[in-house]
């Protein structure tokens, strides 16, 4: 897109000419003094405490700062810890559930509202699916309290049906993203073509449609699945007694003594997300 | 030939449409009832709750009250009665403000440069730093936040490496501060404002800085009188899209700010904890979306305008 | 075969409304190669689309065969389009993409198998059989498109500009092999273009269309000679166009000479336009009546066109062809010259 600009453009040579000693060696309008350099402080401040993180979690001592050498103690531990098992299953069955059920509502609300003229209450749809996105987390957490902790002393029921539901709906705007902007790229003659080939409208969403749209959907799935795992004010304020998720369970040890174990799950979470941001990455980035 | 001839819809086109818009409605309809019931709806539940009276235990009882709406900025002296000014209220809702303007500001002096040197980079060098700079987006906020808590707590790194160079005798108290707050909020929002700048520097057309260059200005007065305005936009979006979530913090200034340094957020949550007082609480819930609302109008203003500029 | 009958297509409702068909009827005979011809815009596309049922009629109805099928899906059609940008399925290979049609009519394998096989002969593709439908190049896509429209053996195919993204040595290929194709197989075509020397080529018929109307139907050579209107006479071919007075069968020239003509319906005798084409005007004859002034000369090829005026200040052009290794010496600018018009060189306009 942005033009592969040779060293000098001859604007830059008659600057030269006009003002021969102002102009310095490799002189060139896309840096700006000092922004380079900001940019890879900032790049390394980005990623200094991450990698500290990780490192320490490979940490044989207690300390958090002090290295002590390299063990995989405190990986046993967390694995061997049973309140982290169960929170990890919790947390990977909410998140594969949540993420299924809000990417299957997504990719239909996506069909519905993409490629289309206004129908009366597109706007509206549209809206409506985007919300979980605009309002502040702890107030959605919240509003979520209130219902359901009637709703909780009405029927007694404290299953995991509030934690889904929760989860699903906050969700769905962000499977949504990927999966329209895959549809709005593509060509609806390819629809028209197979309608024409004698396929029926349930046909042509199959062989067509579908298989078409299919990198938008898994796209969207995953991300839907990382915002499941990382939500944590919504799961803090939902859940019954006994439901913690890997994020409420590290939120709740941070009141005590920390050790490495959270700096272990901590590595555990960032290397999950990363795999799957990586994946998400290029399932978009590669064009048709 | 663009004359109508008053032709009315023909009775097969107004019947496929209205099957079209049947059709994309029940196709809509689980996302939306999902929405409705689970996200949207809960919210107007709050605004009813604002209006009640908090139970002895936590919840409501039934009765109309406006002290929830009150009790966001007034107070009610235990024993006279008389109203004076929320003073914990107010400075809470100020270091909200406070900070996510600083947090706002100190992520735009750091994501500009970094969003302008991902841009110019050759493409396939770019995308690599994008990338870089969209993985901590997506991941864990609490792990991000736990990150930074390691680094600055008073057996953390930092403080340990200030401890053996002889800098200082005694560790440095960042925790449980403000400072801690707007620093680890600046580094989990970083990326929200790096991309949205990102994406306007890259579209920005670099022949016309050229043409600054070949009218005489230098680099200091193409960036001031070309670049910016050109890039206003998108530092508008990432202004925009660091305020918002910085305005609504909860996770970051709980584990930093432990239990004093309380944000917006935090303060909600109170009211629903050890507070007991759930219509406050959704009253206060209901100003912070309020807040939120202004800015996103303002933002899809500011954006819708930049689209239709070309 | 087809009947479009008062057909009119409205796109939108109220003061965006916009009528891309006004009650156009004709009807297409089996085995035909129709072309619509038309400018940009005119509603060639929207005829089509109307035909395949991809969009219903604002009002009117068609038949196919007899019977009614406005209320028809597109897949109940037995209508198939090459569409213009082709629409070949990027997720399939070019032999997946001309079976499709026939098993979405649920066709036993063996026989989808011997007629994508026979459907790669015909357009000449065996070797690009699973090939991905991106691994071809332009003139291939246009032939895969073709035949995996052919496949499934329609009573109509339509052809959107099937040509128009091809270079122009690809393009009069592929015009022998799509009628070659059609006379093959008998498939009634109906063809779009705006290129008018391929509508004149290929066609048995043309429709020139307009701002949503049929202007003129009929063989190329009557559309070329007896152009009805001054709009089907400009948009097909050079023209010049002269005043004349129209007394019974013959008309008078305001520059002079009176010719006989065809009198074509409806005109009344007095004023008329007529049209003369380039081609058919000779210079320095011993008969001719006309005289004109040369203005300029330009040399293009395999012809030289003499820009002249005739005493009554209308502007006429000639076209000459060009004698082998003649020096070509016309007289140069300002100087007279004499006009001949070759017999039955004028046509009556009707507008
Ligand atoms: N879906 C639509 N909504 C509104 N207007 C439309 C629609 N489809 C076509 N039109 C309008 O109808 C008119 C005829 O369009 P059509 O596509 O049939 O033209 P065409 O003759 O095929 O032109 P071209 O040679 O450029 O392909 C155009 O002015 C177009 O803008
Ligand atoms: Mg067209």
Not at chain 2, 162 to 178: E, N, R, S, W, Y
Request: proline share 6%; net charge neutral.
């Amino acid at each position: 897109m942005v033009d592969t600009a040779p060293t000098t453009t001859p604007a830059e040579q008659r600057a030269a000419k006009r003002h021969p000693g102002r102009a310095p060696k490799g002189y060139s309008m896309r840096t700006l003094p000092g922004f380079s350099v900001i940019a890879l402080f900032t790049m390394i401040v980005l990623y200094a405490p991450i990698m500290i993180l990780v490192i320490y979690s490979f940490n044989e001592g207690t300390s958090l700062a002090i290295w002590e050498g390299f063990s995989l103690r405190w990986y046993r531990q967390a694995a061997a810890n049973e309140a982290v098992q169960d929170a990890a299953i919790r947390s990977l069955y909410l998140a594969f559930i949540a993420s299924s059920i809000g990417t299957v509502a997504a990719t239909m609300a996506a069909l519905a509202t993409t490629r289309t003229r206004r129908f009366p209450g597109k706007t509206m749809i549209y809206a409506l699916i985007n919300q979980p996105l605009m309002v502040p987390e702890i107030v959605t957490a919240v509003a979520l309290l209130i219902v359901f902790a009637t709703i909780k002393v009405w029927t007694g029921h404290t299953s995991m049906i509030y934690l889904i539901v929760a989860h699903t709906a906050f969700c769905i705007p962000f499977a949504y993203l990927p999966i329209r902007a895959r549809l709005e790229t593509m060509d609806m003659s390819l629809e028209t073509a197979a309608r024409d080939l004698y396929a029926s409208p349930w046909l042509t969403f199959r062989k067509v449609t579908l298989p078409l749209m299919w990198p938008g959907i898994v796209a969207g799935l995953m991300l839907a699945f990382v915002i499941s795992l990382d939500t944590v004010v919504i799961t803090e304020f939902v859940k019954s007694a006994g439901q913690e998720t890997l994020p409420t369970y590290m939120l709740g040890q941070l009141r005590r003594v920390v050790t490495p174990e959270v700096n272990a799950i901590s590595t555990v979470i960032l290397a999950a997300g990363a795999i799957l941001v990586a994946l998400f990455f290029r399932l978009t980035q590669r064009k048709g | 030939m663009a004359e109508t001839g008053g032709y009315l819809p023909g009775a097969l086109e107004a019947e496929a449409e209205k099957a079209d818009t049947r059709n994309r409605w029940l196709l809509s309809l689980p996302a939306v009832i999902i929405i409705i019931c689970f996200a949207a709806g809960p919210l107007l539940v709050m605004v009813l709750y604002s209006f009640l009276t908090p139970g002895d235990y936590g919840n409501v009882k039934w009765e109309f009250s406006l002290e929830g709406w009150m009790n966001t900025i007034v107070q009610r002296d235990i024993f006279d009665d008389t109203l004076m000014w929320a003073d914990a209220h107010i400075s809470i809702f100020w270091r909200s403000f406070s900070l996510s303007v600083i947090t706002t500001v100190l992520t735009l002096i750091f994501g500009l440069p970094t969003a302008w040197f991902i841009a110019t980079q050759p493409p396939g060098r770019r995308e690599l730093w994008l990338f870089l700079v969209t993985v901590p987006f997506w991941s864990n906020l609490l792990v991000r936040t736990i990150a930074i808590q390691e680094l600055i707590r008073n057996e953390g790194v930092i403080n340990l490496v200030l401890l053996k160079l002889g800098v200082i005798d005694a560790p440095i108290q960042m925790m449980f501060t403000d400072f801690a707050i707007g620093f680890g909020m600046t580094y989990v929002y970083l990326p929200l404002m790096v991309l949205p700048i990102y994406a306007a520097v890259d579209k920005l057309d670099f022949r016309l800085v050229e043409a600054a260059h070949d009218l005489y200005a230098s680099r200091w007065t193409a960036f001031r009188r070309v670049i910016l305005p050109l890039i206003k936009p998108g530092i508008i979006a990432g202004s925009i899209l660091v305020f918002i979530p910085s305005l609504g913090a909860y996770v970051t200034p709980r584990v930093l700010g432990g239990g004093k340094n309380l944000m917006f957020g935090n303060l909600i949550e109170l009211q629903f904890g050890a507070g007991r007082n759930w219509p406050l609480g959704a009253a206060l819930s209901l100003m912070l979306m309020t807040a939120v609302m202004i800015a996103l109008i303002y933002y899809v203003r500011v954006t819708s305008r930049d689209r239709a500029d070309g | 075969m087809i009947d479009i009958d008062n057909v009119t297509k409205v796109f939108g409702a109220g003061d965006a409304a916009f009528t891309a068909l006004s009650e156009v009827s004709v009807t297409i005979a089996e085995n035909e190669f129709f072309t619509l011809l038309g400018p940009s815009g005119c509603g060639k596309t929207t005829l089509l689309r109307l035909i395949a049922g991809f969009e219903p009629p604002t009002a009117g109805a068609i038949r196919l065969g007899g019977r009614d099928i406005t209320r028809l899906p597109p897949n109940q059609r037995p209508v198939n389009t090459v569409f213009q940008s082709y629409a070949l399925f990027p997720h399939m290979s070019v032999a997946q993409n001309i079976a499709f049609g026939l098993e979405m009519l649920g066709k036993p394998k063996a026989e989808v198998k011997s007629t994508v096989d026979d459907m790669l002969r015909l357009v000449r593709m065996e070797a690009m059989r699973d090939r991905r439908t991106s691994e071809i190049s332009g003139g291939q896509q246009q032939r895969v498109a073709l035949a995996r429209a052919l496949a499934p053996h329609p009573e109509v195919l339509l052809l959107d500009e099937p040509l128009s993204a091809l270079d122009l040595k690809l393009r009069k290929e592929m015009q022998i092999e799509l009628k070659r194709l059609q006379s093959e197989t008998g498939i009634t075509f109906v063809f779009v273009t705006h290129d008018q020397e391929e509508a004149l080529t290929m066609s048995d018929r043309v429709a020139v269309m307009s701002a949503g109307e049929i202007l003129q139907v009929g063989p190329p050579r009557d559309i070329y000679e007896r152009p009805a209107e001054r709009f089907v006479a400009n948009f097909i071919g050079e023209s010049n166009f002269l005043n004349a007075d129209l007394a019974g069968d013959s008309v008078t020239l305001a520059a002079g000479g009176t010719f006989p003509v065809r009198r074509p319906d409806g005109v009344r005798d007095g004023k008329v336009s007529v049209l003369v084409r380039p081609e058919h005007i000779t210079l320095g004859g011993a008969g001719d009546t006309l005289r004109s002034t040369i203005e300029n000369v330009v040399y293009s090829g395999e012809a030289t066109v003499a820009h002249m005026v005739l005493p009554t200040g209308e502007p006429i052009k000639a076209r000459l062809s060009n004698a082998p290794q003649g020096d070509g010496a016309l007289p140069g600018a300002g100087s007279q010259v004499t006009i001949g018009l070759a017999p039955g060189a004028i046509t009556v306009l009707r507008d």
